[in-house]
């Protein structure tokens, strides 16, 4: 069974950290380029970033570059992102989605939410003081 869960979600102040996780199971994650999401209330869902099939490529559509980073271990089926420096306007339902990809090396844009046709449950992140 293909299934995406998200974990690492909780309350942290601003200027703090969070990583969270993706873990992936009933699928060959290899195969497969992992987006994270979010979505804010009252908003729409945004790409937040990508990671190629290898963990060589990612993408940030925003300034999230800045302060977020992606990695993944495929040994471990699981995704990272690691969130720094968050601000209130970070808090927000964030989500992990699988696609398909045939390139190793590139990540389809993560603006671009269509593209990815898998999708966890996500996980609540609020910053506030």
């Known amino acids: 069974q293909f299934r995406l869960v998200e974990s690492g979600g909780g309350w942290v102040q601003p200027g703090g950290s969070l990583r969270l996780s993706c873990a992936a199971s009933?699928?060959?994650?290899?195969?497969?380029?992992i987006g994270w999401f979010r979505q804010a209330p009252g908003k729409e869902r945004e790409g937040v970033s990508c990671?190629?099939?290898?963990?060589?490529?990612?993408d940030f559509p925003d300034s999230w570059g800045a302060r977020f980073t992606i990695s993944r271990d495929n040994a471990k089926t699981t995704v990272y992102m690691e969130m720094n420096r968050l601000k209130p306007e970070d808090t927000a339902v964030y989500y992990c989605?699988?696609?398909?990809?045939?390139?190793?090396?590139?990540?389809?844009?993560?603006?671009?939410?269509?593209?990815?046709?898998?999708w966890g449950q996500g996980t609540q992140v609020t910053v506030s003081s």
């Open positions: 989605a699988a696609a398909p990809y045939t390139s190793p090396k590139i990540c389809p844009s993560p603006a671009r939410t269509e593209q990815y046709d898998y």
């Open positions: 009933g699928f060959k994650l290899d195969d497969y380029v």
């Open positions: 990671i190629s099939r290898a963990g060589t490529w990612t």
